[in-house]
């Protein structure tokens, strides 16, 4: 109806305006060949030299530790490591933050490890990696802040608890891959795994999920953090597994001792 | 001569029952003092079941559940369960030390009774038939039995009644199976939020949870979603293999394939954005996107259905018909249309 006011947030045909449709195909066009087209022409023009020296020194780093397999001006090698042209500074500071990369040995799937960068040098190799193509950038602190956790709730239990459990306690994929664990992941990892989908994850992009509903996302992962289930032992949240192979051990456990016991011989 | 191979003794090797080992006398047969601290032990545990009640009740009021503090509802349990374990465990476990400590400890059997009566028993057994049946009438007076064995005959079909109303009353079953809400033109929208979704914004890799555009608006909501949600993944165009008749079924590498799993039906959207491979949480299915989500691994049976697709004039992501083939798990009629 016409005289209705609108309750929720959803587009629906007929009520948008045709100017709506106007802006909203501007903000596609800037979101994507325009910043390319900014990010390129105006890059080596308005970087302060501060910048270009961290982009220059994060050269040297990737030339010293990475381009053995991702090639020298980050294009990959076939069959080894994929181009990282484009993939933008938050994949770099996701993998590289997390110890992922550089990866130990190949395998299914490059395990979080200890990181061995500094701060500083993650903060090059990402400045670096960003200046061959525009990507996904870092998010800003504030950009983590205040998400709604029932919203959160929501959506990680549409977009991710298939792969992470429904708890974040993480879960088997094929063929030894797997969804890691997001207990203690930092906010600021969430995001950009979200944004860059790292490995075999998909990628949840802006127009997905919001920013603001990833920070609700980041809200609800921070809310199970801090709030450890009100059940009790929870055994790791890992469903019928865990339970079911307690219960095999524990329970029948108890029964065969009380067994023996009804049928031993008194002294 | 025997022909068999089995082992025939005579009768002198036959093996004896040997009968009950010696009794062995108990501590507490021999000491009465034993006897007496095996009383005092099972006088105890039945105390102790005592003070389980009680301590039961008593945590039952003294931890409350608290509508805003799911921990008081542990803290209840905890108490509560541990209060009625220790008060039933009690009376076990006292009773069965009681048997075996102090209550008459030789071993005895029991013979097996025969099955079958003897011959009086069967005689009277069959009497008593045919004097109620004199009695009744049962089989004299058919009018009475025959109604009888109509009413019970009958009560039964309530029951199967109510139970077949559960099922779509004004629609054919079989149908309700076969259709989803997916239409040409329908929107596909975010799942929860229902916001349209664009072309453009599903970029390579993206995966999106997928509802019918108005599934909210719908008073079954929830069985509409059972059946059309659809999970949305933009691959590499040269990455899928297109079969013939489904060219335009996918948008420049965007497709759409059923979420329900054709095992059992389970939400199939673990997706490996680079192997390109879909798992089932339930029973380990693996379906290839990149070759029409077809099985490659797991007890389900036939690929995943795929979601015609294409856009609209202002380029958001819509349904081009209907699913081509029922979605989910297989059901009788689901070959003969
Ligand atoms: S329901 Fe998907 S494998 Fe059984």
């Given at each position: 109806m016409?005289t209705?006011v609108?309750?929720?947030?959803?587009?629906?045909?007929?009520?948008?305006?045709?100017?709506?449709?106007?802006a909203?195909?501007?903000?596609?066009?800037?979101?994507?060949?325009?910043?390319?087209?900014?990010?390129?022409?105006?890059?080596?023009?308005?970087?302060?030299?501060?910048?270009?020296?961290?982009?220059?020194?994060g050269?040297?780093?990737?030339?010293?530790?990475?381009?053995?397999?991702?090639?020298l001006?980050a294009?990959?090698?076939?069959?080894?490591a994929?181009?990282?042209v484009?993939?933008?500074?938050a994949?770099?500071?996701f993998?590289?933050?997390?110890?992922?990369?550089?990866?130990?040995?190949?395998?299914?799937?490059?395990?979080?490890?200890p990181?061995?960068?500094?701060?500083?040098?993650i903060a090059?190799?990402?400045?670096?990696?960003?200046?061959?193509?525009?990507?996904?950038?870092?998010?800003?602190?504030?950009?983590?802040?205040?998400?709604?956790?029932?919203?959160?709730?929501?959506?990680?239990?549409?977009n991710?608890?298939?792969?992470?459990?429904?708890?974040?306690?993480?879960?088997?994929?094929t063929?030894?891959?797997?969804?890691?664990p997001?207990?203690?992941?930092?906010?600021k990892h969430v995001?950009?795994?979200?944004?860059?989908?790292?490995?075999?994850m998909p990628?949840?992009?802006?127009?997905?999920?919001?920013?603001?509903?990833?920070a609700?996302?980041?809200?609800?992962?921070?809310?199970?953090?801090?709030?450890?289930?009100?059940?009790?032992?929870?055994?790791?949240?890992?469903?019928?597994?865990?339970?079911?192979?307690f219960?095999?051990?524990?329970a029948l456990g108890a029964?065969?001792?009380?067994?023996?016991?009804l049928?031993?011989?008194?002294? | 001569m025997?022909?068999?191979t089995?082992?025939?003794?005579p009768?002198?090797?036959q093996?004896?029952?040997p009968?009950f080992?010696p009794?062995?006398p108990?501590?507490?047969?021999?000491?009465?003092?034993k006897?007496?601290?095996?009383?005092?032990?099972i006088?105890?545990?039945?105390?102790?079941?005592m003070?389980?009640?009680?301590?039961?009740?008593?945590a039952?009021?003294v931890?409350?559940?608290?509508?805003?503090?799911?921990?008081?509802?542990?803290?209840?349990?905890?108490?509560?369960?541990?209060?009625?374990?220790?008060s039933?465990?009690?009376?076990?476990?006292?009773?069965?030390?009681w048997s075996k400590?102090?209550?008459e400890?030789?071993?005895l059997?029991?013979?097996?009774?025969?099955?079958?009566?003897?011959?009086?028993?069967?005689a009277?057994?069959?009497?008593?038939f045919?004097l109620?049946?004199?009695?009744?009438?049962?089989?004299?007076?058919?009018l009475?039995?025959?109604?009888l064995?109509?009413?019970?005959?009958?009560w039964?079909?309530?029951?199967i009644?109510?139970?077949?109303d559960?099922?779509?009353?004004?629609?054919?079953?079989?149908?309700?199976?076969?259709?989803?809400?997916?239409?040409a033109?329908?929107?596909?929208t975010?799942?929860?939020n229902?916001?349209?979704?664009?072309?453009?914004?599903?970029?390579?890799?993206?995966?999106?949870?997928?509802?019918p555009?108005?599934?909210?608006?719908?008073?079954?909501?929830?069985?509409?979603?059972?059946?059309?949600?659809?999970?949305?993944?933009?691959?590499k165009?040269?990455?899928?293999?297109?079969s013939?008749?489904?060219?335009n079924?996918?948008?420049?590498?965007?497709?759409?394939y059923?979420?329900?799993?054709?095992?059992?039906g389970?939400?199939?959207?673990?997706?490996?954005?680079?192997?390109?491979?879909?798992?089932?949480?339930?029973?380990?299915?693996?379906?290839?996107i990149?070759?029409?989500?077809?099985?490659?691994?797991?007890?389900?049976?036939?690929?995943?259905?795929?979601?015609?697709?294409?856009?609209?004039?202002?380029?958001?992501?819509?349904?081009?018909?209907?699913?081509?083939?029922?979605?989910?798990?297989?059901?009788?009629?689901?070959?003969?249309?």
């Amino acid at each position: 109806m016409a005289t209705s006011v609108p309750t929720s947030s959803r587009r629906k045909t007929g009520r948008r305006s045709p100017l709506a449709s106007v802006a909203l195909l501007l903000i596609g066009l800037l979101a994507t060949g325009g910043a390319y087209a900014a990010f390129t022409t105006s890059a080596s023009a308005s970087t302060p030299a501060s910048e270009q020296a961290q982009v220059s020194e994060g050269k040297k780093l990737f030339e010293a530790n990475c381009a053995t397999c991702h090639g020298l001006g980050a294009v990959g090698t076939a069959g080894v490591a994929p181009s990282l042209v484009g993939v933008g500074p938050a994949a770099v500071d996701f993998q590289v933050g997390t110890g992922r990369m550089p990866m130990a040995a190949s395998g299914p799937q490059a395990e979080q490890k200890p990181t061995q960068f500094t701060n500083t040098q993650i903060a090059a190799l990402a400045a670096y990696v960003g200046s061959l193509a525009p990507g996904p950038a870092i998010p800003s602190a504030d950009s983590l802040k205040g998400g709604n956790v029932s919203t959160g709730a929501e959506l990680f239990r549409v977009n991710c608890a298939m792969c992470h459990n429904v708890a974040g306690a993480g879960g088997a994929l094929t063929e030894g891959k797997y969804a890691p664990p997001l207990t203690g992941v930092t906010a600021k990892h969430v995001y950009e795994a979200m944004v860059t989908g790292p490995q075999n994850m998909p990628v949840f992009n802006n127009l997905n999920i919001t920013p603001k509903d990833k920070a609700a996302i980041v809200a609800y992962l921070q809310y199970l953090d801090s709030h450890p289930s009100p059940g009790g032992l929870d055994l790791g949240n890992l469903g019928p597994v865990s339970e079911g192979l307690f219960v095999w051990i524990f329970a029948l456990g108890a029964i065969v001792v009380v067994t023996i016991w009804l049928t031993a011989k008194p002294n | 001569m025997p022909v068999g191979t089995a082992v025939v003794l005579p009768d002198s090797e036959q093996i004896q029952n040997p009968g009950f080992p010696p009794y062995r006398p108990r501590v507490s047969d021999l000491d009465p003092k034993k006897a007496r601290s095996n009383e005092r032990r099972i006088a105890l545990l039945f105390a102790a079941s005592m003070v389980g009640s009680v301590f039961a009740i008593v945590a039952y009021i003294v931890f409350p559940i608290n509508a805003n503090d799911p921990g008081s509802i542990r803290l209840n349990n905890l108490f509560l369960g541990l209060g009625i374990a220790l008060s039933l465990l009690g009376i076990g476990i006292a009773a069965v030390h009681w048997s075996k400590a102090l209550m008459e400890g030789h071993d005895l059997s029991e013979e097996r009774h025969m099955t079958r009566g003897s011959e009086a028993t069967r005689a009277s057994a069959a009497e008593v038939f045919h004097l109620g049946n004199k009695e009744s009438g049962f089989t004299r007076r058919k009018l009475v039995r025959n109604t009888l064995i109509a009413s019970l005959a009958l009560w039964p079909l309530p029951g199967i009644i109510i139970f077949r109303d559960l099922g779509p009353a004004d629609q054919d079953a079989n149908d309700v199976l076969r259709h989803t809400m997916w239409k040409a033109g329908t929107r596909l929208t975010k799942d929860p939020n229902g916001v349209p979704i664009k072309a453009s914004d599903v970029t390579l890799g993206s995966v999106f949870h997928v509802i019918p555009e108005g599934l909210d608006d719908r008073e079954d909501a929830l069985e509409q979603k059972a059946k059309a949600a659809v999970l949305l993944m933009r691959l590499k165009p040269e990455d899928l293999h297109v079969s013939k008749g489904r060219e335009n079924w996918n948008y420049h590498g965007i497709v759409a394939y059923s979420k329900i799993c054709t095992h059992v039906g389970c939400p199939v959207a673990l997706y490996e954005q680079q192997t390109h491979h879909l798992l089932c949480p339930c029973h380990q299915s693996q379906f290839d996107i990149t070759h029409e989500a077809e099985v490659i691994f797991g007890p389900a049976k036939r690929p995943l259905p795929q979601l015609p697709i294409t856009v609209d004039s202002e380029g958001y992501l819509v349904a081009r018909s209907d699913f081509h083939e029922p979605v989910g798990p297989s059901f009788w009629e689901r070959d003969h249309t």
